[in-house]
């Protein structure tokens, strides 16, 4: 019997390695080329281990400071296409602005481009062959408040924070990121997509229809009203957590294989539950909230803030 036991697990464990691994190459192929992910591939961070590290091989040290701006007209859809920047994004302004700086040491210079495709304002870096070196970069979005089109991020490892703002008019929100963390502290949009590998997803004041997914990223969710929209998690891992008021309307669907529920605080009537399902209600049920995990827990606590 403890034979059966110790199968089971390490099954379970090589189901868990390898479904991280495959969701990451997927992830990555989907959604970067070469060029995309050499900064984590930094063949320069190699030969660093093999050779004194004050040999430069043709290595410099660059300095960017760049601005790039758009009116938007005719634009549905803000693409971001970034490798290991820190990205934030505010409103403001009349016009969409991009500005890249910082400084990198590499073989050759990074190229950055802010293009129209289409419908489509493209904010694309790509990085050298070789990849870069101590890498200190920041990629600052400002977009108008009368911009009420798509967002669509796009990042390997790097940061991206949405900065707190009452932007209301984006019709959604993308995310797609390897270990890039993003935190908006008031998603407040129809739609918001969130995917990652290993990153730590968390958004703040939601109202719109949620979908966040991660292989071993945390994920964190904060709802300001008591209607809570439609909301999907699913992860391998990570842990969830849910911060709703008081009098929040919801229906849970809790699925997992080895994962738990704590939802100590939180008045929840229970329809069904089993090892592996728990069929819940909060104060008469309403949408949807299904939460999808391995091994990962699901924590649900109140949110402290007054719900409306």
Do not use: C
Not at 152 to 178: H, R
Not at 185 to 191: C, K, L, V
Not at 299 to 305: A, S, Y
Request: no cysteine; charged share 15%; glycine share 8%.
């Amino acid at each position: 019997m403890k034979h059966k036991g110790l199968l089971i697990l390490v099954i379970l464990l090589v189901v868990i390695f390898f479904s991280t691994l495959i969701a990451g190459l997927v992830l990555t192929a989907t959604n970067f080329s070469w060029t995309d992910i050499s900064d984590r591939l930094n063949v320069d961070r190699w030969t660093s281990s093999f050779f004194w590290d004050g040999f430069s091989f043709g290595r410099r040290t660059y300095n960017l400071d760049e601005n790039h701006s758009d009116d938007l007209k005719g634009i549905k859809t803000i693409v971001v296409k970034a490798v290991s920047e820190r990205i934030v994004v505010k409103e403001g302004g009349n016009d969409f602005n991009a500005r890249l700086s910082g400084s990198y040491s590499g073989y050759s210079r990074i190229r950055w481009t802010v293009q129209r495709e289409g419908d489509q304002l493209v904010v694309s870096s790509r990085y050298p062959w070789l990849g870069t070196h101590r890498t200190n970069l920041n990629l600052d979005l400002q977009i108008p408040a009368s911009y009420n089109g798509a967002v669509d991020i796009k990042t390997v490892s790097g940061s991206t924070l949405i900065e707190n703002s009452a932007v209301t008019s984006w019709q959604s929100l993308q995310f797609n990121s390897v270990s890039g963390s993003l935190l908006a502290e008031q998603a407040i949009w129809p739609r918001v997509n969130l995917n990652t590998v290993s990153g730590a997803l968390s958004v703040g004041a939601v109202h719109g229809k949620l979908s966040m997914k991660s292989v071993s990223g945390a994920l964190m969710a904060s709802y300001a009203t008591s209607t809570v929209p439609e909301s999907d998690f699913d992860t391998v891992s990570g842990h969830i957590t849910l911060l709703v008021p008081k009098q929040a309307r919801l229906r849970l669907q809790y699925n997992t294989v080895s994962g738990s529920l704590n939802a100590e605080g939180v008045q929840l009537q229970i329809i069904s539950q089993s090892r592996s399902k728990t069929e819940a209600t909060m104060n008469g049920g309403g949408n949807e909230v299904s939460a999808k995990t391995v091994s990962g827990g699901l924590r649900i606590e109140l949110n402290n803030r007054p719900s409306a």
